[in-house]
Every structure is written in structure tokens, then in C-alpha cells.
Nanobody, 124 residues
Framework: VQLQASGGGLVQAGGSLRLSCAAS????????MGWFRQAPGKQREFVASIRWSGVGILYADSVKGRFTISRDNAKNTAYLQMDSLKAEDTAVYYC??????????????????WGQGTLVTVSS
């Protein structure tokens, strides 16, 4: 499956953004989806994941209560709603897919396909 992430941009601290990840070339509902991010000079880190059905979600502690992952299988799209953004959320955000019916986990190596990344910059 091919993934295309979008929705990044510049936002003030406390603001919101919604990222989208459009999938093509595969049966979207057969894939668990994940969001990761990578800040300058840091390793890629897990943000959130969601099962193929949308029932079953996992969040990193750093975003729990502020970010919401969701998906629309009819539109072949996954989303990451980001609220109460902080300067430390600044990073390139990547969506990823893994062909599984279980809840995708936190390790990047578990994912089969990656989008190109979209930059989120939060000004303080």
C-alpha cells in the first residue's frame, strides 16, 4: 500500500492541526495504521496506532489526552487530530501501515509501508 501524509504546518502553542494519511494500492481495511514522528537530531518515535476496524487504539504517553487517531475505511484515510500542541511536538510526522488485524505496536520495524512525512512546527 502507498501512503500520502498531509496536513502539517505552522501553528502556535495551544493550537490544533489535523493530519491525514491517504492510502492507495491495497485493501485499506486489511491494515493497521500508525503515526510516528521524528524531531531534528532525534530518533523516530511512536505516536499512536489503530486497528483495522478502528476498535483498538494505542497512544504514546506524551500525546495521550491531546491527540486522537482515527480512520475512515470508506475513504482509505487515517487521521491524527492534534490538540493543545506544544513546542516539543515539533517534528516530521509519518504515517505507516502494517498488514495485520491485531493492534499495531510501537516499533517502527513492525510496519511495512511508510508515507513521505509532513512537517509540524509549533511555535512557543
Amino acid at each position: 500500500v502507498q501512503l500520502q501524509a498531509s496536513g502539517g504546518g505552522l501553528v502556535q502553542a495551544g493550537g490544533s492541526l489535523r493530519l491525514s494519511c491517504a492510502a492507495s494500492g491495497g485493501t485499506f481495511s486489511s491494515y493497521g495504521m500508525g503515526w510516528f514522528r521524528q524531531a531534528p537530531g532525534k530518533q523516530r518515535e511512536f505516536v499512536a496506532s489503530i486497528r483495522w476496524s478502528g476498535v483498538g487504539i494505542l497512544y504514546a504517553d506524551s500525546v495521550k489526552g491531546r491527540f486522537t487517531i482515527s480512520r475512515d475505511n470508506a475513504k482509505n484515510t487515517a487521521y491524527l487530530q492534534m490538540d493543545s500542541l506544544k513546542a516539543e511536538d515539533t517534528a516530521v510526522y509519518y504515517c505507516a501501515a502494517v498488514r495485520t488485524f491485531t493492534l499495531p505496536k510501537m516499533a517502527p520495524h513492525e510496519y511495512d509501508s511508510w508515507g513521505q512525512g509532513t512537517l509540524v512546527t509549533v511555535s512557543s
